[in-house]
């Protein structure tokens, strides 16, 4: 089975501007979360969807937002990019809903704001 | 509050070394799990646990639910496990991974 997939890899983005990433899970796993990676905080959850919905938010301010789709990819939007919204951005997909079930991590977005 | 503390941050050991890092957190868990990163960060999944021990290879964590503390033991460490190691703990009644700060782990041939 292919492992989860990140689109694009790397992003340079400036202060102002909104950017979206891609994410497409193992087949057959309904649950997509998002999470942040600075070297300040560390990892952070963002969301979580399933079917199509979302389950779970972390606190992150309402500039970042996402979808799922039926067929479970899932996107991740940030709107009025911050220079602190440099960072690493993880997807990870599991069978299950929640994070008690094993987190298939794909490779991340290198998101830059200038 | 929701916390997750690990030890050490940095580790540095000769191959072949018995290696030992710590996680602890602060109220009950209903899952707990360990994380590798390597350079470049992709991050896998080594393992996720609720109670007692589980062990892949040459790889072993371990859990005591009444101490809040967890434990991945690395037997005959290779220059190949040198990665940053995460825990990361769902705490009871939340729906999300709260992850230790990590500790980076480094074997010398």
């Known amino acids: 089975k292919a492992g989860v997939t990140q689109t694009p890899r790397y992003l340079i983005k400036t202060r102002g501007q909104q950017v979206t990433l891609s994410c497409s899970p193992i087949s057959g796993h309904r649950s997509v979360s998002w999470y942040q990676q600075t070297p300040g905080q560390g990892l952070q959850f963002l969301f979580e969807y399933f079917s199509e919905t979302q389950r779970n938010k972390g606190n992150f301010p309402g500039r970042f937002s996402g979808r799922q789709f039926s067929n479970s990819r899932s996107e991740m939007n940030v709107s009025t990019l911050e220079l602190g919204d440099s960072a690493l951005y993880l997807c990870a997909s599991s069978v299950q809903r929640g994070p008690s079930d094993t987190q298939y991590f794909g490779p991340g977005t290198r998101l830059t704001v200038l | 509050k929701n916390e997750v503390e690990q030890s050490p941050q940095n580790l540095t050991a000769q191959e072949g070394e018995f290696i030992t890092i710590n996680c602890s957190y602060s109220?009950?868990?209903?899952?707990l799990h360990w994380l590798q990163q390597h350079p470049g960060g992709g991050i896998v999944s080594l393992f996720m646990l609720s109670s007692g021990k589980k062990k892949h290879g040459r790889l072993i964590a371990t859990i005591n639910i009444q101490e809040k503390h967890s434990s991945l033991h690395i037997t005959a460490s290779h220059p190949r496990d040198s990665a940053v190691y995460i825990c990361?703990?769902?705490?009871?009644?939340?729906?999300?991974?709260?992850f230790g700060q990590g500790t980076r782990l480094t074997i010398n041939p």
């Open positions: 990361a703990a769902v705490f009871q009644g939340a729906q999300k991974l709260v």
């Open positions: 109220v009950g868990i209903s899952a």
